[in-house]
């Protein structure tokens, strides 16, 4: 079983930064790619970003892409989201989620079966 925590949501103003972090636990976190996605007021969620099994390959929405940087760090079993040059648009809840199988796009909800509670990201104007 996997167990995922979200942390380090808050309000910024646009073009600040934040790092949203996300500790898994569960002995076989390594054997598997991570992904953010996030769900803004009134829209479906999206996907965000993602890093395979070692951080070999990474994949990003367009809109993000430039400013955000997903990375992990499989001894501390732990995802990261570090988000650069914030906009309003980017307000929502970000959660961290993970595939149980291999063979994945990244990209696709249906693709990952666990899911962390989610932590807010709120950018002012």
């Known amino acids: 079983q996997v167990q995922l925590v979200e942390s380090g949501g808050g309000l910024v103003q646009a073009g600040g930064s934040l790092i949203l972090s996300c500790a898994a636990s569960?002995?076989?976190?390594?054997?598997?790619?991570m992904g953010w996605f996030r769900q803004a007021p009134g829209k479906e969620r999206e996907f965000v970003a993602a890093?395979?099994?070692?951080?070999?390959?990474?994949y990003y929405v367009d809109s993000v892409k430039g400013r955000f940087t997903i990375s992990r760090d499989n001894e501390k079993n732990t995802v990261y989201l570090q988000m650069n040059t914030l906009k309003p648009e980017d307000t929502a809840v970000y959660y961290c989620?993970?595939?149980?199988?291999?063979?994945?796009?990244?990209?696709?909800?249906?693709?990952?079966?666990?899911w962390g509670q989610g932590t807010q990201v709120t950018v002012s104007s």
């Open positions: 989620a993970s595939p149980s199988r291999s063979g994945v796009s990244y990209r696709r909800e249906e693709e990952y079966t666990y």
């Open positions: 569960g002995r076989t976190f390594s054997n598997y790619g």
């Open positions: 890093i395979s099994r070692y951080g070999i390959s990474t």
